[in-house]
């Protein structure tokens, strides 16, 4: 195991399942298992998966100014989000580059929580609370245990009364096996799936009665990296791995626009205020490429960092590729040139000594509408 400054109280479970808790996010994070990846990319496309993602920081932002901060903080008109409610946002530097990616949820009318990856938004919002009336916690011990899959929402219906009624991006107060846990309906795969938020020290009953309880159903341990899998499917960035920040332009120091990686989605209509707004407005039309998907002929896997070719032009460089036993199709994310960024482009990408043919592919690969996610009942 690296060395890491958080911990979940789950570590042991992940040890016994072959995990050597690698770091991510300042956590020992279970990166794989001994059992099949592909078993479990299976398993949430099909029935269901329960990953530790407690590497994800969370912070609770209170008091009458933090709706305030989280609207300069954020691409989101955040006044509009209610009790009960969350939202997807981004975050920007005053150069209008991407820092950081969020889920906010309005917890009261003063209270929020803020769930974050390995950016930087946590520094900002430090920043912000300063001589504000406002207050900031980072809540370690609230764990985050992820469900995802179309099974997940039968499991949970036979002990969360009204779980079949929570919507998409809303979330619950209640309890679970006798615990205390505020229930989402979010998650990191494209599926339908719910993320339980817990204490520390009532995430092993948690965990270890969804195996036992719901091994009928299919529920099984997923490891970290099957995210990957999901995530190129349903186009999830991860930063910093799709980011400059990883693949460092020659002239340009790191960071890239909403409009380079499509996340210009997360801006409220019309909002201009928040940190970073005049640059992103005028960087548009001014994208230096897209992130765009891949179709690969054959059952081989891009490597991250591979370059996408057009004869003996580069074009493109993979940021994650992934092979689907499920679908029998290669599959990756690209940070492409733009004239390539357009569904049906033959392309080369070369990868470990391979040259792997395949065609510009429009995102995301699976559940374009994301019909499966929003589905009610």
Known sequence: MTTSWRSSTLADRHRALGSALENWNGMGTAWSYDSS????????RTRAGLMDVSGLKKVHLVGPHATAILDYATSRNVSKVQPGRSVYATALNDAGKFIDDCVLYRTGPNSWMVVHGAGTLHEMLAQAVVGRNAAMLFDDDLHDLSLQ???????????????????????????????PVMISRTGYTGERGYEIFCKGADAPLIWDTILADGKADGIVPVCFT????????????FYPYD????????????????????????????????????????LKGRERFRIFGLLLEGMTAAEAGAGV?????????????????????????????????V?????????????????????????????KRTVKG
Request: glycine content about 10%; aromatic content about 10%; overall charge negative.
């Open 37 to 44: 990846l592909q078993d479990h990319h299976v398993a949430v």
């Open 149 to 179: 899959g179309p099974v997940a929402v039968d499991f949970l219906a036979r002990h969360v009364p009204g779980i079949r009624q929570l919507n998409y991006f809303s979330h619950m107060q209640t309890t679970l096996f006798g615990a």
């Open 226 to 237: 099957a995210l990957d899998l999901l995530r190129v499917e349903s186009y999830l960035l």
């Open 243 to 282: 980011n400059s920040e990883m693949y460092p332009f020659a002239q340009d120091l790191a960071g890239d626009t909403l409009w380079e990686l499509g996340l210009d989605f997360t801006v409220s209509p019309g909002k201009t205020h928040f940190r970073g707004a005049p640059a992103h407005y005028a």
């Open 309 to 341: 070719y057009d004869g003996e032009q580069r074009v493109g460089t993979v940021t994650c590729g992934m092979v689907s036993t499920l679908t029998g199709r290669s599959m990756a994310l690209a940070r492409m040139d733009v004239p390539y960024a």
């Open 343 to 371: 569904p049906g482009r033959a392309i080369v990408v070369r990868s470990g000594g391979e040259s792997l043919p395949g065609v510009t592919h429009q995102l995301p690969f699976d559940d374009p509408e994301k019909k």
